[in-house]
């Protein structure tokens, strides 16, 4: 292993513990929701949970903390799969109180990164940059900075000399001479943790609020003749903040726009992917081709060489390697074996699992239905509760019928069957292996292998009837 460099300052000689508080316990009223507002999704994902993700590749998440509060179980169970800690903030009073209820929690940490939960595209690269400066150069309070085209609304960064900073002023406390500034608190900190803990008590609520502003963090270490630094974010857009829906929507594209971009790099064809909404979540193998206006939702996966067509929509479902999705398919939670063709207007409800090679028309319906390798339902179909063989072939218009008002059957269709049109199948039922059931059957009980069944009035000639009623009708004028 390679010695340590030597150390400029006993800061860099022992390692430094890090924690990441992410604050998360605002209402965010100007959202005007019943949500609270880290839950508002982009690029499909809540807010926090983008923030948390971003944090987990600088630190373990034993280190990283999210502080809630205002609907603190729903923003809990929203990010508790990640692993990361809660510290509770029972009561909003601001960004600098949030962290005075830390104190605790981040007691026997060396350095403290404060991210927002409501800056959801931040980078782990960013971050990682902020510390490593901040701790470089020894600093109390570090602030991620930039210039967005449109300041307003955002803390303004008063410089004192190069990259030392007096102090940070909210956008309504400016001086004329201030709003001149472009230059922007991002809502992102390193602290050193001794520097700010102990100074969080004289924190006031002299302000237009009547909060605790952590801002007021810099001005307070610099009368202390702390290091106070500003660095530049390298990309405005990571920093941007969501107050309002229209930021929502702005930084929602502004995703989408990333993942099309790396989904590209990657090999995938997207043709005009400023039409089509891709979740972040969502992975998408090479060489496949995404049409005009599709939608790929959730955790979805989309195999090597797959077509997806326009209109399409899918939702947490595993689409395999070189199926066919024509266009305007609905597609929930279900699984696609390779080699599959659906659509156009196929209509796939959860639990839908489609074998390879199997075909599923227009204007077909499944639900918890599973058609094995091979199989056909082409046109006009229900198939719900059905387990189907392979190369079986469900004639159009084929419906299981699968409730009975209270309750739901299963319809079994063995290998090699073949369904003749418009025939329903009452369930529970089961039609043995390479049976064959005749067009227009109404099936109520279970049909041996390899038998015929045929379920219809049978076929009445009454000789020459249309004419006679022609005639009678000619003879009443
Ligand atoms: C804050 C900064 C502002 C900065 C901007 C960047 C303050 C006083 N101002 O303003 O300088 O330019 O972020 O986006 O800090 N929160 C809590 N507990 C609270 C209050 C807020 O956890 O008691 C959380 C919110 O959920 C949110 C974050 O802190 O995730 C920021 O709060 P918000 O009210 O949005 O602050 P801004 O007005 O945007
Ligand atoms: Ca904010």
């Known amino acids: 292993m390679a010695k340590p460099k030597a150390a400029r300052s006993s800061r860099a000689t022992a390692p430094r513990k890090v924690a990441i508080a992410i604050l998360a316990a605002g209402k965010g009223t100007r959202l005007r929701s019943k949500d609270p507002k880290v839950l508002h999704r982009i690029g499909g ?21 999210a502080i809630v509060g205002h609907e603190e179980e729903r923003v809990r169970a929203a990010v508790q799969h990640t692993g990361v800690r809660f510290i509770s903030q029972p009561e909003q009073r601001g960004t600098g109180h949030a962290l005075i209820c830390s104190r605790e929690a981040l007691r026997g940490y060396d350095e403290v990164v404060v991210l927002s939960g409501d800056v959801p595209l931040i980078k782990p690269e960013t971050i990682q940059r902020l510390l490593d400066f901040h701790t470089s150069k020894g600093a109390s309070m ?12 955002y803390g303004r960064i008063v410089r004192k000399s190069g990259d030392n900073v007096a102090a940070i002023v909210e956008q309504k406390a400016l001086n004329p001479k201030q709003q001149k500034i472009k230059e922007i608190n991002s809502g992102i900190y390193a ?30 270490l ?106 305007g398919c609905i597609i929930t939670e ?4 390779s080699g599959a063709v659906l659509g156009p207007y196929a209509h796939l409800r959860p639990g839908s699992e489609i074998g390879e090679n199997a075909h599923i028309g227009n204007f077909v319906e499944t639900k918890k239905t599973k058609l094995g390798k091979g199989s056909k339902a082409n046109h006009l179909t229900y198939l719900g509760d059905a387990v189907i063989g392979e190369n079986v072939n469900v004639g159009a218009g084929t419906i299981t019928c699968n409730y009975d008002g209270v309750n739901k059957h299963r319809t079994i269709i063995e290998d090699g069957v073949f369904v003749g049109s418009d025939s329903t199948l009452v369930a529970p039922v089961r039609i043995g292996k390479g049976a ?18 045929i379920g219809r009035a049978r076929q009445e000639i009454k000789e ?8 009678k009708r000619g003879a009443s004028k």
């Open 45 to 65: 994902r809540p807010l926090l949970e983008h923030v948390v993700l971003a944090a987990l590749n600088v630190a373990a998440a034993k280190d990283v903390f």
């Open 142 to 153: 570090t602030i991620l900075t930039t210039e967005p085209s449109d300041s307003t609304g």
């Open 191 to 220: 602290f050193s943790a001794a520097d700010l803990f102990s100074r969080l008590d004289r924190l006031t609520t002299d302000n237009a609020h009547r909060e605790f502003y952590l801002t007021d963090m810099a001005s307070l």
């Open 222 to 327: 610099t009368k202390d003749k702390k290091k106070v630094l500003a660095l530049r974010a390298a990309d405005a857009h990571e920093v941007l903040g969501v107050n309002t829906r229209a930021e929502l929507a702005q930084l929602d594209a502004e995703v989408r726009r990333r993942k099309a971009s790396e989904l590209m790099s990657e090999g995938t064809t997207i043709f005009y992917p400023e039409t089509c909404v891709i979740d972040s979540g969502v992975s998408v193998g090479p060489d496949a081709i995404i049409e005009p206006f599709v939608q790929l939702l959730g955790n979805s996966t989309i195999g090597e060489n797959t077509r997806v067509a326009s209109y399409s929509v899918i939702t947490d479902s595993d689409i395999g390697a070189n199926v066919t999705i024509r266009p």
């Open 334 to 337: 279900s699984a696609i074996a």
């Open 436 to 453: 064959y059931v005749g067009a227009a059957s109404t099936v109520t009980e279970d049909v041996p292998s390899d038998a015929l069944v």
């Open 464 to 471: 020459g009837w249309a004419k006679s009623r022609r005639e």
